[in-house]
């Protein structure tokens, strides 16, 4: 209430308490915030939002922090935010996977999230899907769930991922696809992440574009679904976590990450929340494919960051102009 | 093509209260049939009975043969204007009147012309495109009526139509319902409070109180035969006395508590010594020798005439009467008096009325009729 | 000149503090909205280049078009699924009239993104109702996405607010021009066409309104079932705060449109208002009449099915939350399972839902029936400005008046953000727009002789307002009130921006779960949502004595 | 506590129609000031004026010296009966009569006393518990009537406070009014179309048309000496006749066109040979040997007396009167006459009101005022 205003304002760095900013769901919170309250003896309060309300909401806010940590949120959509966040290395660094170090200051690597086309085996029949190009697939037509990538992360991340993919590399060759395929939604475009991996599960599509994480929770429930790793290629991003700046709770958010980041935390986030861990101590989840069996491609981050409105335009275009 | 109305013995309650134990009452094709009584006696609840908004709880109402308790009342072919008017508060004048022209589905030119033309009946034409909020009480009033006249209804119901019009507006308004009622002979009934209206307008008046009708008749015979005390009180003003009759062996007589007595010969059936009621009105009495004395207690201007009240030794009246009233009238009076003055009045024996005592208080004229 | 004298005190105050109150909560925030709708996102040197923009891309111009073609059929649905269930269930008798009533305002209540969830659940692809249809006819059923579905899940979650707006005002009509109407030969829908609507205007066009702004601005249910049928909120709502991280000068520029456009249509709609309404003294009201027979079978079919039909999404989400699940997935079989794991921290939530919509409503009742007043009776340039403006609110995305309350509050020298609040002063912004719709509707036939009666009798028009005006406006205010509490329970935009630990309400905790498709706990928040507000509506009813809820 | 009331040229516009010009007129403390006039002339607008409901486009009220255009209507403790009653449908009978009392802080016991005696007086403390869509219009009307007087405000203020009553309680009603009035010496304007009542209930009378006052003057004066042709014509019934003025040496006669004359000695400045308007009421007539020649159109039967409708030669009359009438008074009436009959009537001559015949019609007989 009212009261608490005061004591927001002006409590001094020790404190017993941490806010945390995170857009996931409660399923996956829990289990790692209970055991580092358990740990740490730390009093958490989570405030759950989408991932664009938070970093919406931690940008309004950077006058007087409300939050400590934003936990979640890929990394290429934090990297042009990065100053909205503390510089903290976690003292577990040197266990993380080099492709995963916090080279940046405020930018620490929580799980690493490859894109996947995920199946709905229900409906698929016996239509071969193992990559990109088998999403032209007339049989599919207006059966695929794809996401505005202007609207989703995950979504976006698709679509760098097939124009590096299905352009060999060079981004601009891969538009011929990204017009075949938006020929081949028969103008659906749903307008949110979760709504790709939740339709493709309820059997409302056949296929869908998303997440490892997004499907893998389901594949684990035992939904009748799987996933596809492309063949064509795979982007794998990480996402992360980040002290913002400022906060109130400065101490206790450190400890956060340190926590996070730690042997024991990931290897809950293996175990149950079937995501990839970044460290290099610990084992990838069960019943995800090895890394190394993946086709994993790359991006020019630099390129990508460049040309983030003009493809997203790109798309918009394409996708009004076949519909 | 009006019809007659017939009405057997209906009944009306809201919830418990029973407003109209039991009516009967027969009005005649192309009658002006008037309801009169005082405020709250059911009128507006009778009308609203023969117009089909309120429900019969006993009894029932034909339009000639037809029984019409449970037609719906836009079915009946009424017009009604009603006590608040109720003119549509979204639609101008003309609109207003036009309203029940267009759902009979006239053509454009004949609905123009009979709303111009009742317009200037009720003289309202100035303010046709105005809305109702921008007009005075009468012009609303005037509105309601016309609205209701133009559609030549089978049943004309009016609701004290008139109520909030000036006397010469009234008159002129009265014509003209008569005169239209007359064209298309439409059956109208009636209700005012307005004693001189009925006189003057209707065909027939029923006396209402408190839900009972207590007389029916052409206004001169309710006016100078009332049926009972209460109508013969209720329209126009009646100074009542306490009498005996007095029989002997050739002629019967009617005798005042000062024993001044009056030979009357058209009497029913009465009996020597008996209680009576003797009713006379203001103007039935003339300045003369021979009479009633009195004194005069205050005079009052009206116009036509002069209203003095009398005051009568306490035991001359029956009691609880507002006042004892002669009114003298300005055409014929000789010399007008002051308060204070004493004078004898006498009155006209052809005149007046004779009840009986009891609490009937029906009147012992001989032919005098309940229903006419 | 003497009129503005005779009250210049009281009525001048009231004038101040709207003024005071939008200007504080509502210009000042938004301003920095609108100048931003004119910056160019890099150098910020003014441009009209994000306008530019939207009409240079189909992408976005669509947006604009289907969000107005689909809203336009929204609102004429409603008027007429609203307008005629009032009506019947005001003049005629009705069986369970109570249950349909509670059941219709139940069907209002239906938390972002569940309600539409529910109907994916029945009509989508592989959706039961969808499914049954497919088995039955052997061929493939039209699904819910799209714009028919849009236009499906809106309607039933709108008409409500046309009912409770319509039958507020049916009470008032004084039933003499109705029996009127009716000698002189009319009946039937003539009768309604010809008189009952006409009178009813006013209060049609202000529910009107009120679905039009909400249809407009609804983004849960078309970013849920839209499937590339864009629509301007979902468009504004992903420009200023998608993931991918938008463009909030364009976003603005959208936003800024989209006030332009619904002030133009509520300024049309006010000067409808003020040509077509009178004052009716309605000392009678309707008689309630018995249907007989075949009529009045056909009367409860309809009423029981449209309200079956709207109650669909309940039933389901409730259903929904007995489910037993492993994770994300529904299994077959129950459970109590979801309760159990929302069980944590909702007590805390239910409270603060309570007593926010409850300080929320309290201040929103006050002030709306005193602007109410100052608006329609006190009519100058300032009202006029105030009731134009208190509409503003009603149509910017609630999350995005939620940033620039965040923005504008968060530092010296008010600080407000992450205070309770502040999230009842969003309410309140938010939400007043219902309660003083149906407050200047009920206005506008109360005869104002009524008022100078009171005057005339020696109470200052400060006593007359509370004493006799007030109270014959309550019936009709109290279905705004009820509209207004309902979605201050419902509301999330705004407050999930503003909320921190302390302050989370039962809607914020069911987003939480629904944004990463946890939806047996969503159910389970909701139906425990739905529940106690049943039962706050019951409490409220029974300890205000009334019998209807619309009165 | 009672106060004067000065109107001073005052002015009402409703947008851009004028409708009080510029109307000046003083109501004395205590008096009871009656506005007659037709539909739609102005008198609600005058009264809601004196009120405070009206802004005032010109001139000024006081209430004694204490001007009042700015004083809010609830500050200047008046009384008002609104034309469509106003009561508050959500509050009871006693609670509508009652609200004013408890605004001024009586205590319980007064206040009960007050409205018991109130509810008694108006004849509804029957209905005291009800809400008034259940009550009928006359009933609803006392309502009004009681929530106003029982204030005991210093101006009272009525809008035909009466218009739907039956004529006994109006009668009644009446006195009431003029009772507590009188008891509390309350300052009282009075509006109503009711000629009758307001002659018999009013001090002085202001005659209104259009918007500008016509004449004021007490009943009585009004009456006998109307002003000009309007009041005259409005009040009472009047038959006009055209006329010459015949001046000789001694005397002055005034000559109907059939060369009947009758010699007139309270005649103002004339002039031998002027054209003049000769006003005779129905009732100045009587049947004699000499006197103007006619013939009987129509007879109706109203109570007290026989209206008859004549029918004269055209020349003898002015223009477009709706009907010229005699009015035979039923107590002294030799004989009653039927359609078709001719008669011969003489005016009598010291009633007879003589008017110019130009535009102003304005009264001839010496010692006439406007404003008394
Ligand atoms: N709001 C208004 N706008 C324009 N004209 C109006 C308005 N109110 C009244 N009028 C006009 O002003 C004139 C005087 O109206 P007012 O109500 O004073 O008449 P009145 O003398 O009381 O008549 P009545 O006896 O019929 O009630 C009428 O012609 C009426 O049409
Ligand atoms: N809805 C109602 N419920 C109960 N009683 C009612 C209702 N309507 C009218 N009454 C009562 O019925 C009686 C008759 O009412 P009605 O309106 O018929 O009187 P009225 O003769 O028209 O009187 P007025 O001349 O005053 O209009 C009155 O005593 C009234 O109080
Ligand atoms: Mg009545
Ligand atoms: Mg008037």
């Known amino acids: 209430g009212c009261g608490d205003k005061k004591a927001t304002s002006e409590k001094p760095a020790k404190?017993?308490?941490?806010?945390?900013?995170?857009?996931?769901?409660?399923?996956?919170?829990?289990?790692?915030?209970t055991e580092f309250e358990k740990q740490s003896g730390v009093k958490v309060e989570v405030v759950a939002a989408g991932s664009g309300e938070l970093l919406k909401r931690v940008e309004s806010e950077k006058a007087n922090p409300l939050g400590d940590i934003f936990w979640g949120g890929s990394l290429g959509t934090m990297k042009p935010k990065a100053n909205l966040f503390e510089n903290y290395t976690s003292v577990n660094e040197d266990k993380i996977q080099p492709a995963f170090k916090n080279t940046e200051g405020p930018l620490t690597r929580f799980t690493d999230i490859p894109s996947v086309i995920m199946v709905n085996t229900n409906l698929i029949g016996d239509i071969k899907v193992e990559g990109y190009e088998d999403l032209l697939n007339p049989k599919l037509k207006g059966k695929i769930a794809f996401c505005d990538p202007a609207k989703s992360s995950s979504s976006y991340e698709h679509l760098i991922n097939m124009l590096y993919a299905m352009g060999k590399g060079d981004p601009e060759k891969g538009w011929d696809y990204v017009k075949a395929l938006c020929a081949n939604l028969d103008g659906k475009l749903l307008s949110g992440s979760s709504a790709?991996?939740?339709?493709?599960?309820?059997?409302?599509?056949?296929?869908?574009?998303?997440?490892?994480?997004?499907?893998?929770?389901?594949?684990?429930?035992?939904?009748?679904?799987?996933?596809?790793?492309?063949?064509?290629?795979?982007?794998?991003?990480?996402?992360?976590?980040?002290?913002i700046k400022n906060a109130k709770n400065m101490e206790n958010a450190k400890k956060f990450i340190d926590f996070i980041t730690s042997k024991d935390a990931q290897t809950i986030i293996v175990k149950q929340l079937h995501r990839r861990s970044i460290r290099t101590d610990v084992e990838p989840p069960k019943g995800l494919i090895d890394k190394d069996k993946i086709n994993i491609i790359n991006d020019d981050e630099a390129v990508v960051v460049a040309n983030k409105t003009k493809w997203l335009d790109k798309f918009k275009d394409i996708f009004t102009s076949v519909k | 093509m009006s019809v007659a109305i017939h009405i057997d013995h209906v009944v009306k309650r809201y919830e418990q209260v029973t407003i109209i134990p039991d009516l009967s009452a027969h009005i005649k094709n192309g009658e002006f049939f008037t309801l009169l009584g005082p405020s709250g006696c059911g009128k507006t609840t009778l009308l609203r009975m023969i117009a089909g908004f309120n429900s019969i709880e006993g009894g029932q109402?034909?339009?000639?043969?037809?029984?019409?308790?449970?037609?719906?009342?836009?079915?009946?072919?009424?017009?009604?204007?009603?006590?608040?008017?109720?003119?549509?508060?979204?639609?101008?004048?003309?609109?207003?009147?036009?309203?029940?022209?267009?759902?009979?589905?006239?053509?454009?030119?004949?609905?123009?012309?009979?709303?111009?033309?009742?317009?200037?009946?009720?003289?309202?034409?100035?303010?046709?495109?105005?809305?109702?909020?921008?007009?005075?009480?009468?012009?609303?009033?005037?509105?309601?009526?016309?609205?209701?006249?133009?559609?030549?209804?089978?049943?004309?119901?009016?609701?004290?139509?008139?109520?909030?019009?000036?006397?010469?507006?009234?008159?002129?308004?009265?014509?003209?319902?008569?005169?239209?009622?007359?064209?298309?002979?439409?059956?109208?009934?009636?209700?005012?409070?307005?004693?001189?209206?009925?006189?003057?307008?209707?065909?027939?008046?029923?006396v209402m109180h408190a839900g009972v009708i207590q007389q029916i008749g052409n206004p001169q015979s309710i006016y100078t035969r009332p049926y009972n005390v209460f109508v013969s009180t209720f329209i126009g003003h009646s100074n009542l006395f306490a009498g005996k009759i007095k029989v002997d062996a050739l002629k019967t007589f009617v005798v005042f508590n000062d024993g001044y007595q009056i030979e009357l010969e058209h009497l029913g059936e009465v009996t020597d010594g008996q209680e009576v009621i003797i009713s006379v009105r203001p103007e039935e009495f003339s300045v003369q020798e021979d009479g009633l004395q009195c004194t005069i207690s205050s005079r009052v201007f009206l116009g036509k005439y002069v209203n003095y009240k009398l005051a009568f030794a306490p035991n001359m009246l029956v009691a609880n009467q507002v006042s004892i009233e002669f009114s003298q009238d300005l055409g014929h009076a000789e010399r007008i008096f002051e308060q204070g003055d004493m004078i004898t009045l006498r009155p006209n024996k052809a005149k007046i009325n004779i009840f009986t005592a009891d609490a009937e208080a029906k009147n012992l004229i001989k032919g005098v009729k309940q229903y006419e | 000149m003497n009129k503005k004298l005779l009250t210049w005190n009281f009525w001048t105050a009231v004038t101040a503090l709207a003024v005071v109150v939008f200007g504080l909560f509502l210009i000042y925030p938004l301003l920095s909205l609108f100048i931003s709708s004119f910056q160019d996102p890099a150098t910020g040197a003014l441009t009209m280049e994000n306008f530019a923009k939207f009409f240079r891309k189909k992408y976005y111009y669509q947006s604009l078009i289907n969000s107005m073609w689909v809203t336009t059929c929204v609102t004429i649905l409603s008027i007429i699924i609203g307008t005629a269930l009032a009506y019947f269930m005001t003049a005629y008798k009705v069986k369970f009239k109570g249950a349909v009533e509670i059941f219709v305002i139940i069907s209002m209540l239906s938390p972002p993104f569940i309600g539409a969830y529910s109907w994916v659940l029945l009509g989508g692809r592989s959706g039961i109702i969808t499914q049954f249809l497919t088995e039955l006819f052997h061929r493939e059923w039209p699904s819910i996405y799209g714009f028919s579905g849009i236009l499906?899940?809106?309607?039933?979650?709108?008409?409500?607010?046309?009912?409770?707006?319509?039958?507020?005002?049916?009470?008032?009509?004084?039933?003499?021009?109705?029996?009127?109407?009716?000698?002189?030969?009319?009946?039937?829908?003539?009768?309604?066409?010809?008189?009952?609507?006409?009178?009813?205007?006013?209060?049609?066009?202000?529910?009107?309104?009120?679905?039009?702004?909400?249809?407009?601005?609804?983004?849960?249910?078309?970013?849920?079932?839209?499937?590339?049928?864009?629509?301007?909120?979902?468009?504004?709502?992903?420009?200023?705060?998608?993931?991918?991280?938008?463009?909030?000068?364009?976003?603005?520029?959208?936003?800024?449109?989209?006030?332009?456009?619904?002030?133009?249509?509520f300024l049309l709609q006010k000067y409808i208002v003020n040509r077509k309404s009178f004052t009716m003294s309605s000392l009678r009201p309707m008689q309630v009449k018995q249907l007989s027979g075949f009529k009045n079978a056909i009367m409860h079919l309809g009423i029981y099915v449209l309200v079956f039909v709207s109650m669909i999404p309940q039933f389901t989400v409730m259903y929904t939350s007995f489910l037993k699940t492993n994770g994300q997935l529904f299994l077959p079989g129950f459970s109590l399972n979801s309760?159990?794991?929302?069980?944590?921290?909702?007590?805390?939530?239910?409270?603060?839902?309570?007593?926010?919509?409850?300080?929320?409503?309290?201040?929103?009742?006050?002030?709306?029936?005193?602007?109410?007043?100052?608006?329609?009776?006190?009519?100058?340039?300032?009202?006029?400005?105030?009731?134009?403006?208190?509409?503003?609110?009603?149509?910017?995305?609630?999350?995005?008046?939620?940033?620039?309350?965040?923005?504008?509050?968060?530092?010296?020298?008010?600080?407000?953000?992450?205070?309770?609040?502040?999230?009842?002063?969003?309410?309140?912004?938010?939400?007043?727009?219902?309660?003083?719709?149906?407050?200047?509707?009920?206005?506008?036939?109360?005869?104002?002789?009524?008022?100078?009666?009171?005057?005339?009798?020696?109470?200052?028009?400060?006593?007359?307002?509370?004493?006799?005006?007030?109270?014959?406006?309550?019936?009709?205010?109290?279905?705004?009130?009820?509209?207004?509490?309902?979605?201050?329970?419902?509301?999330?935009?705004?407050?999930?921006?503003?909320?921190?630990?302390?302050?989370?309400?039962?809607?914020?905790?069911?987003?939480?779960?629904?944004?990463?498709?946890?939806?047996?706990?969503?159910?389970?928040?909701?139906?425990?949502?739905?529940?106690?507000?049943?039962?706050?509506?019951?409490?409220?009813?029974?300890?205000?004595?009334?019998?209807?809820?619309?009165?």
Request: charged share 15%; aromatic share 8%; proline share 4%.
């Open chain 2, 61 to 206: 109402i034909k339009f000639d043969e037809r029984l019409i308790n449970d037609i719906p009342a836009h079915k009946r072919n009424i017009g009604m204007v009603f006590q608040n008017y109720a003119i549509f508060p979204h639609l101008t004048v003309r609109e207003n009147v036009e309203y029940g022209l267009k759902l009979r589905g006239l053509d454009k030119a004949a609905i123009k012309k009979k709303v111009d033309d009742i317009l200037k009946v009720v003289k309202i034409e100035d303010y046709q495109d105005r809305l109702p909020e921008r007009l005075s009480g009468g012009q609303q009033q005037r509105v309601a009526l016309a609205r209701a006249i133009v559609i030549h209804p089978n049943v004309l119901l009016m609701d004290e139509p008139l109520s909030n019009l000036d006397a010469k507006l009234r008159i002129e308004m009265r014509s003209a319902i008569r005169e239209v009622q007359n064209q298309v002979g439409i059956t109208t009934v009636y209700v005012t409070h307005d004693q001189e209206e009925a006189l003057a307008i209707s065909d027939r008046i029923a």
């Open chain 3, 152 to 265: 499906l899940v809106l309607t039933l979650k709108l008409y409500p607010f046309i009912y409770l707006y319509v039958s507020g005002a049916l009470k008032k009509i004084d039933a003499s021009l109705i029996e009127a109407a009716e000698s002189l030969g009319c009946s039937g829908m003539k009768k309604v066409a010809t008189v009952i609507m006409p009178l009813l205007l006013p209060t049609i066009l202000a529910g009107a309104l009120m679905v039009f702004m909400n249809a407009l601005a609804d983004f849960g249910t078309p970013m849920l079932i839209g499937e590339g049928f864009n629509v301007m909120p979902v468009m504004i709502y992903s420009e200023f705060i998608s993931e991918v991280g938008g463009q909030a000068n364009f976003a603005a520029a959208m936003a800024t449109m989209m006030v332009i456009l619904t002030s133009t249509i």
């Open chain 1, 196 to 243: 790709v991996y939740k339709g493709v599960a309820d059997g409302e599509y056949a296929v869908g574009c998303t997440f490892e994480e997004g499907g893998a929770t389901y594949v684990a429930d035992g939904a009748p679904v799987k996933l596809v790793y492309m063949k064509e290629g795979v982007i794998s991003k990480p996402d992360g976590v980040y002290i």
């Open chain 3, 339 to 551: 309760y159990v794991i929302v069980f944590d921290n909702l007590a805390l939530a239910i409270t603060n839902t309570y007593t926010y919509s409850f300080a929320a409503i309290f201040i929103i009742v006050l002030l709306g029936m005193l602007i109410a007043y100052i608006t329609t009776r006190r009519k100058n340039w300032l009202t006029d400005i105030i009731d134009t403006l208190s509409m503003f609110p009603y149509i910017i995305p609630g999350s995005v008046l939620g940033i620039t309350l965040l923005l504008a509050f968060n530092d010296e020298p008010l600080i407000l953000s992450g205070t309770a609040l502040i999230i009842i002063v969003s309410l309140v912004i938010r939400r007043l727009p219902y309660t003083l719709r149906s407050s200047s509707a009920i206005l506008y036939q109360i005869s104002p002789s009524v008022e100078e009666a009171s005057i005339s009798l020696g109470a200052s028009p400060l006593k007359t307002f509370f004493k006799i005006t007030a109270v014959m406006m309550l019936p009709g205010v109290l279905s705004g009130a009820i509209l207004s509490w309902i979605t201050c329970i419902n509301e999330l935009s705004s407050s999930v921006i503003l909320y921190t630990g302390g302050t989370r309400t039962m809607s914020v905790a069911i987003y939480t779960e629904v944004i990463r498709a946890s939806y047996g706990t969503a159910a389970a928040l909701s139906t425990i949502l739905t529940v106690t507000t049943v039962a706050a509506l019951l409490l409220f009813f029974k300890v205000s004595g009334s019998k209807d809820i619309s009165l």
């Open chain 1, 15 to 33: 404190t017993d308490k941490l806010v945390i900013y995170c857009p996931h769901p409660l399923a996956f919170i829990n289990p790692l915030v």
